[in-house]
């Protein structure tokens, strides 16, 4: 059962609020790594997110989740970088 | 007492994070934006995380004892987020500025091959002599 006023839940909404944010940039940014920054800053925040849901819910499998997203991540970054900087892949 | 490390490491995490996204709205070009959306929530990821941790081994020292799994894999998840965010904001950061995206308000730039005592940027050439 969920508790609505752990502190780990509350942290989620004000999570989320920030990931709106960025996807503002996401949406509005000028050129394409205006978008990746926005999109590296919601991946992090998306990984904080899992830890924290998991801290809620008290359930371990999201922590897990959090490790695997976080270097995959990290790879569909270094990918899109390489691809804007013009090399081969 | 413990209850209120909890409090204050969730509270520095989520005021860093929410200046984060605030910051990636507000600066006014990508190395900015980049510095602030990558450093902000890299140190608020830090003290989430050790929220987290801290809850876990609390839980831990109370009795339930898988919880210590839970500490452990959130360790593990903020060694994966410290290596992989800096790495990552460097690499769009080269990517920026070698694909022409200039600082907005930028007069001399160090890293233009003109520049004396610049940085060889081009390594197109370079791959090909190796290769």
């Known amino acids: 059962m969920i508790d609505m006023y752990d502190p780990f839940m509350i942290s989620l909404i004000v999570l989320s609020i920030s990931v709106l944010i960025a996807l503002v940039r996401v949406i509005l940014g000028p050129t394409a790594p205006d978008r990746i920054v926005g999109l590296d800053t919601v991946n992090t925040i998306v990984i904080v997110s899992m830890l924290a849901f998991g801290a809620a819910t008290m359930e371990i499998i999201y922590i897990d989740v959090a490790i695997v997203y976080a270097v995959l991540s990290y790879i569909t970054t270094l990918y899109v970088a390489k691809y804007l900087e013009g090399g081969e892949i | ?131």
């Open chain 2, 1 to 131: 007492m413990i209850e209120w490390v909890i409090y204050i490491f969730l509270g520095i995490g989520l005021f860093f994070n929410l200046l984060a996204s605030l910051g990636l709205l507000r600066f006014p070009d990508v190395y900015t934006r980049l510095h602030a959306g990558t450093k902000c929530t890299t140190f608020g990821a830090i003290f989430l995380a050790g929220a987290v941790i801290v809850y876990g081994a609390w839980r831990w020292y109370d009795g339930d004892t898988a919880m210590i799994n839970m500490s452990i894999h959130a360790a593990v998840a903020l060694v994966a987020i410290l290596i992989t965010n800096p790495t990552g904001a460097h690499a769009i950061a080269r990517a920026a500025h070698r694909s022409g995206v200039m600082p907005s308000q930028a007069i001399v730039d160090d890293l233009s091959p003109g520049q004396p005592g610049a940085v060889e940027a081009d390594t197109d050439e370079e791959v090909d002599d190796v290769e």
